[in-house]
């Protein structure tokens, strides 16, 4: 068996392989309740072949929405339109994650294909809140939060906890990353506070710590909890990828379980100055998984058999996440199950499209 294509177990939940899709927004939500493009999109991924599948980025309240169509778990009629979508998921062999994230002060703008610019009040746009009152690029000013505020955020992440229990996910992905709110809190090129929260490498790393004691307690000892890191802003006094493994020694002790080990998104980043290609992001991965003792996915363009098959079987990572590859096909694990050589049963509908016979013997 390849190791890409050996089981892996987080606490109570064995996931089929290490090959996982990323969360990828869909923009398609109304008032946070998904929809038939959710079940199509997601239900394809499952019967893709995908060990896990993450869901988009799903806001624990409406003021950490990206965007008016962003997905939610704020409100309960959430977990209704979750359920079947999840159901479905999982009866196909798919391990079902939920990505729960606030947009933090890049919340309120409108799609990507619409150019991410910021709505007005008179379009239903709202004012971000953040760490401190310090602008992203292109972006109006957020609104501090004020301790009772942060309080808060933990209670609608435990909140939206609970209620993705409720809907059959059997695994939480906290978003600390990619420029959002609780990356903003790590990032001192974004918190200039001067309280508990703020300052010190400890204060900053509190918020995403006080979110995952909390969730690992609403969720109990038996479920999955992982983070998503953007492990470096690329950035001169920004967060870097030596802050990343000892936050990340933290978050082991907190009861998270696996670091999604990402980057950037909190800054414009010039490309140039950075080498971006194939495996550009592992070495983060390797870097976590080495000096904090925990398990790591690695992601980003992340494209060929061989080179996610490298990538396990050689300890860099102890899975795959891929994003872009599955938009463009969602049976790409099923195709890389063939490449490698590996039998994945298929769907008795599709049973005619698999090429590689059972192995014998």
């Keep these: 068996m390849s190791a890409l294509f050996s089981p892996v ?81 999982r009866s196909h062999g798919a391990t079902m994650a939920v990505q729960l994230a606030h947009a933090g002060r890049k ?89 508990e929260y703020g300052g010190t490498f400890e204060n900053r790393c509190r918020l995403v710590l006080d979110v995952v004691r909390a969730v690992r307690a609403e969720v109990g000892d038996g479920m999955p909890v992982f983070v998503r890191l953007s492990c470096t802003d690329y950035a001169e006094g920004g967060w870097t990828v030596e802050d990343t493994v000892d936050v990340s020694r933290m978050l082991k002790d907190a009861g998270c379980d ?11 980043i010039n490309f140039a100055e950075h080498e971006v290609g194939p495996d550009y992001q592992v070495k983060f991965s390797e870097a976590v998984r080495a000096g904090a003792a925990i398990p790591t996915g690695a992601v980003g363009l992340i494209t060929a ?23 463009r096909n969602p049976y790409f694990a099923r195709d890389v199950a063939e490449q490698l050589g590996e039998f994945v049963p298929w769907p008795s509908q599709l049973e005619r499209a698999r090429r590689v016979k059972p192995r014998r013997g």
């Design 107 to 195: 919340a309120g703008t409108r799609p990507p294909w619409m150019g991410r610019t910021h709505l007005s009040t008179e379009e239903g746009g709202w004012q971000s809140v953040g760490p401190s009152a310090v602008a992203a690029e292109g972006l109006p000013a957020p609104r501090a939060l004020s301790r009772g505020e942060i309080a808060g955020v933990v209670e609608d992440f435990v909140a939206a906890a609970r209620r993705a229990v409720r809907a059959g996910f059997q695994v939480i992905e906290i978003h600390s990353a990619h420029g959002y709110l609780l990356h903003e809190f790590l990032s001192p090129l974004s918190n200039t506070r001067d309280d």
């Design 258 to 268: 696996l670091i999604d080990c990402s980057s950037g998104g909190l800054v414009p």
């Design 9 to 89: 177990t987080f606490r109570d939940v064995e996931i089929k392989n290490r090959l996982w899709v990323s969360p990828m927004c869909q923009y398609s939500a109304d008032d946070g309740v998904v929809n038939a493009w959710h079940m199509q999109w997601l239900g394809s991924l499952a019967v893709g072949g995908f060990g896990l599948v993450v869901t988009e980025a799903t806001a624990v309240n409406p003021v950490g929405r990206h965007s008016l169509a962003d997905a939610g778990l704020w409100r309960d009629d959430h977990v209704d339109a979750w359920a079947p979508v999840v159901e479905f998921g």
């Design 305 to 327: 058999a061989e080179q996610a098959e490298s990538i396990v079987a050689e300890g860099r990572a102890d899975v795959v996440l891929v994003a872009r590859a599955a938009m």
